[in-house]
């Protein structure tokens, strides 16, 4: 797995670069723009606020249920798939889902695969383990794509 290095802000200078950023017209502009914008949409969605707590409690409720069960969660789901023809890959480290990954596409002979938008693909660094096999990743979302495109 290739790694890029993390070029960390030496912490001198912190409190001098915030008050720069928190100084800024446009950039405060810009943000509270967004930021209204943002509380417009939901307070359209959302008219009610108390519906909407109830909503958001609602919604942590059945998060912290659901990763109380998540093993036997998993196991469903793959006995589900597996029922519909499809294939489950399990990996344990990055390293394993990427050599299970490239395994597949070395098998086929590809040199280029097509990504869909994963959290999970960042975190593994699929792109990089990929670029090292000789295979090339292909972005399918616009805004991945378009990063990708500036290298």
């Given at each position: 797995?290739?790694?890029?290095?993390?070029?960390?802000?030496?912490?001198?200078?912190?409190?001098?670069?915030?008050?720069?950023?928190?100084?800024?017209?446009?950039?405060?502009?810009?943000?509270?723009?967004?930021?209204?914008?943002?509380?417009?949409?939901?307070?359209?969605?959302?008219?009610?606020?108390?519906?909407?707590?109830?909503?958001?409690?609602?919604?942590?409720?059945?998060?912290?249920?659901?990763?109380?069960?998540?093993?036997?969660?998993?196991?469903?789901?793959?006995?589900?798939?597996?029922?519909?023809?499809?294939?489950?890959?399990?990996?344990?480290?990055?390293?394993?889902?990427?050599?299970?990954?490239?395994?597949?596409?070395?098998?086929?002979?590809?040199?280029?695969?097509?990504?869909?938008?994963?959290?999970?693909?960042e975190e593994i660094e699929l792109n990089h383990a990929?670029?090292?096999?000789?295979?090339?990743?292909?972005?399918?979302?616009?805004?991945?794509?378009?990063?990708?495109?500036?290298?």
């Amino acid at each position: 797995m290739n790694a890029q290095p993390i070029h960390f802000k030496p912490a001198e200078g912190f409190r001098d670069r915030a008050k720069a950023v928190v100084d800024n017209p446009f950039l405060r502009q810009s943000f509270r723009g967004a930021m209204d914008f943002l509380m417009t949409k939901r307070a359209g969605q959302f008219p009610d606020a108390e519906e909407l707590e109830s909503l958001r409690t609602l919604g942590e409720q059945i998060r912290q249920y659901n990763l109380g069960k998540l093993p036997e969660l998993l196991l469903r789901l793959e006995e589900n798939l597996t029922r519909n023809g499809i294939q489950v890959h399990w990996a344990e480290t990055p390293d394993e889902a990427n050599a299970i990954i490239l395994g597949l596409c070395q098998s086929r002979r590809a040199k280029l695969m097509v990504k869909g938008k994963s959290m999970v693909s960042e975190e593994i660094e699929l792109n990089h383990a990929a670029e090292a096999a000789g295979i090339g990743a292909l972005e399918s979302d616009m805004g991945e794509y378009i990063v990708q495109l500036a290298g």
